[in-house]
């Protein structure tokens, strides 16, 4: 019997249609004993006793270890089958000791039987201190009357039978129920009270710690006041209800929390390689189950500075997430017939189970977003903006889909150039940019502009007129329009604060598609333009080759660096140009950080000309130069913001060189027709009613909470 041998004996066993006569029949297992003697018949005059000594239960569970139990323990004591009237009654007297249930420790447990008539046995079941389960049934109506009374129940062991949902369970009850088949073949009544009892969802990655009352009417349980809590110390109101039918044989079950500002998403690419993050929520969240198909139904919006990742791969599976394992056996030469009919039963309970989930989730500014394309290399977009998105996810059946919209308010792309690794440059993505998705993840269709910012002279395109040889403001556009893996690419060049005269130069220089394209690459390459050397009045000569190696690897060294010194408080940037025919040594300085929950941003660019090119420096111009900005935000939305700036001109003029400051008010709407004005304003006032309605709930199911 698993594994383990047993002898076994006997002087005669009789077996007739009146009576089983047993003598001295022994099994032995070492110290293990099961002795049976007696007779089994219609005579009150005869016993069949069942003497157990010893007896490791871990042998006998194989019928639970389907269920995911390992059970241990000594079984001691008696059995009785008595002639009573006309009935045969049973009589106990047996102790489990040394008990662990999946390695915890359980007490010591006693069964006794007391005789109360012919026909009726009570049985008690109970600890060293306290008395468990009383029972009393009636042999001769086959009806049971059970009380149980148990205080402080570890909630460990319900782990297995959790695992389709969470995993690490813990926590107590107290129970007090009355079990009977009167009305079915197994009816309960009573109340369990629960206390800290705490599970991690397997797909969301949040341990919860759950309070409440359940009362149980009829197989019926319900919590109607219970309250769920985060790792964080956020409380949400909590319902559930259960229906265990006649014999629990199809159990149906629905759990509902409505949180706000609940820790809902708490995962790594490790957890989960289709998506990850950190996100709390405010909405309703209802989980409904019937066996082992259980459905995960979410509807929110995420709050206190969610974060939200998606690494954007086609060789992940949904079925590749840590949330779904799939065994393998290599051999089957270990396993004895009962382990491999114990493995089906797992396969086969595997493949029937069907776990589905759908998010509904409203995203606002003060989430951010990350489409992860390389994370060795930093090659992510950064983004926060407003949308809503409806996801379906079905793990066992592979199925992952996203239907939504996502519309940039703010963002950044580290972007990495093909089969050219070592060049990597900040992209600032434009507000306005879009993202859409029509189901398939990795199928999206974008509509983003992203604009790399530097600083070069436009000598080497226009000439070598004082005017120009001065590093102004340059901007490479980059538009990405089409499916999210193969965008159909536009690309372009501006120089912002270039004068009417100056911008028609610029337009005429850069004519074709191809001269676009070879300085786009020259300025990501170099931070230079290129200096055609058929151009009349250049001084530019084959040197600048060799700078903008240079140039490229220590970008690429800041890139990195600035990318691991930066944090999720803050971004810090620096980055060093060396010497060229066209410019001096200058050392930049970024940095950026929101403030009191990211309503105050300040953002601080610096830059320091060593002026050591006496053919290329102006004189009138300071060698320490910067912008300073605060920014304030003064509505959930973000439309709403205020702004103060002190910043260089860079006009081609008399004022090239000098600071200007100001500050402003400014609101911001975003639209395409009049009337989505009034819808989004709708939106807006039907969420901001819906949170009010959520908190008022909170505090009428806490109210000693809310009043501290």
């Known amino acids: 019997i698993s594994k383990v041998k047993w002898l076994m004996g006997s002087h005669f066993i009789t077996i007739d249609s009146t009576r089983i006569d047993v003598d001295r029949f022994m099994l032995r297992s070492g110290d293990q004993k099961i002795d049976i003697d007696g007779v089994f018949s219609q005579n009150e005059t005869d016993t069949l ?15 639970v270890k389907s269920l995911g139990y390992n059970i241990n323990g000594n079984l001691n004591g008696n059995i009785k089958l008595i002639k009573q009237d006309i009935f045969h ?74 695992s389709v949902i969470g995993t690490n369970c813990g926590g107590y009850a107290d129970i007090d129920v009355d079990i009977d088949n009167m009305k079915r073949p197994l009816n309960i009544n009573g109340r369990v009270e629960i206390k800290d009892f705490g599970t991690t969802i397997s797909f969301t990655g949040v341990h919860y710690k759950i309070n409440g009352n359940v009362t149980i009417k009829d197989n019926v349980y319900t919590l109607n006041s219970g309250m769920v809590t985060d790792p964080d110390g956020i ?3 909590f319902t559930a209800s259960l229906n265990g039918g006649d014999r629990y044989a199809k159990v149906r079950y629905k759990i509902g929390v409505k949180p706000n500002a609940l820790l809902c998403l708490n995962t790594t690419l490790e957890n989960n390689a289709l998506f990850y993050g950190n996100i709390h929520a405010t909405g309703a969240l209802e989980v409904v189950g019937h066996g082992n198909n259980v459905t995960m139904t979410i509807a929110a919006s995420a709050v206190n500075n969610s974060k939200f990742y998606m690494p954007l791969s086609d060789k992940s ?55 992860v394309i390389d994370p060795t290399l930093g090659d992510i977009i950064k983004a926060r903006g407003n949308g809503e998105l409806t ?59 992203a604009v790399y910012k530097t600083k070069t002279s436009l000598a080497p395109l226009l000439g070598s007129l004082p005017q120009y040889s001065r590093r102004v403001d340059v901007n490479c556009n980059l538009s990405l329009s089409g499916q999210l893996l193969k965008p159909d690419i536009t690309l372009g060049i501006t120089v912002p604060d270039a004068d009417p005269e100056t911008s028609g130069l610029i337009t005429t220089a850069l004519n074709t598609e191809e001269a676009v394209s070879k300085q786009i690459f020259w300025l990501l390459f170099s931070n230079s333009f290129y200096a055609d050397a058929s151009q009349a009045g250049t001084n530019v000569t084959v040197g600048m080759m060799g700078t903008a190696g240079a140039v490229t690897g220590i970008e690429f060294l800041s890139n990195q660096i600035s990318n691991w010194i930066s944090t999720d408080k803050f971004n810090l940037g620096f980055n ?27 953002e601080a660019e610096g830059n320091y000309d060593f002026k050591n090119n006496n053919a290329y420096t102006t004189q009138n111009v300071k060698a320490l130069s910067g912008n300073f900005y605060v920014t304030y935000i003064l509505d959930k ?72």
């Open 317 to 371: 599976t949904i079925s590749e997430a840590d949330f779904i394992t799939f065994v393998k056996h290599d051999t089957l030469d270990k396993y004895t017939p009962r382990d491999l009919i114990n493995i089906k039963r797992k396969e086969r309970r595997a493949s029937n189970a069907l776990f589905t989930l759908d998010i509904t989730a409203r995203v606002s500014s003060d989430t951010e977003v990350q489409l």
């Open 235 to 237: 409380s949400a109101p």
């Open 637 to 708: 939305a973000g439309n709403i913001r205020a702004k103060a700036f002190t910043r260089q001109i860079n006009t081609f003029d008399e004022n090239q060189g000098l600071q200007e400051s100001g500050v402003g008010v400014y609101y911001k709407e975003d639209f395409n027709k009049i009337n989505e004005l009034g819808a989004k304003y709708r939106k807006n006032r039907e969420l901001n009613r819906y949170i009010r309605q959520q908190k008022d709930s909170l505090k009428s199911a806490n109210p000693q909470k809310s009043d501290k």
């Open 576 to 602: 060093y140009r060396p010497r060229s025919e066209m410019s001096s040594d200058e050392v930049e300085l970024n940095f950026s950080a929101p403030l009191f929950k990211n309503r105050l941003i300040l």
């Open 89 to 162: 009654t049973i009589a106990t007297d047996l102790s489990i000791q040394q008990i662990k249930i999946n390695q915890y420790d359980i007490p010591n447990i006693y069964l006794k039987s007391v005789t109360k008539n012919k026909s009726t046995v009570e049985y008690q079941l109970s600890t060293p201190h306290n008395k468990l389960i009383s029972a009393l049934f009636d042999y001769s109506t086959k009806k049971l009357n059970a009380s149980v009374k148990i205080k402080d129940v570890d909630l460990q062991p319900l782990t297995p039978i959790m």
């Open 391 to 449: 996801m379906h996810i079905v793990p066992a059946r592979d199925i992952f889909s996203i239907v939504g919209g996502y519309e940039i308010t703010d963002g950044n792309y580290l972007f990495t150039l093909p089969n050219f690794k070592l060049l990597n440059k900040y992209f600032t993505i434009k507000p306005g940019s879009t993202i859409n998705w029509t189901g398939n993840p990795l199928s999206a269709n974008l509509n983003v502009t």
């Open 49 to 63: 006793s069942v003497n157990i000594s010893k007896v490791n239960l871990d042998g006998f569970s194989t019928f």
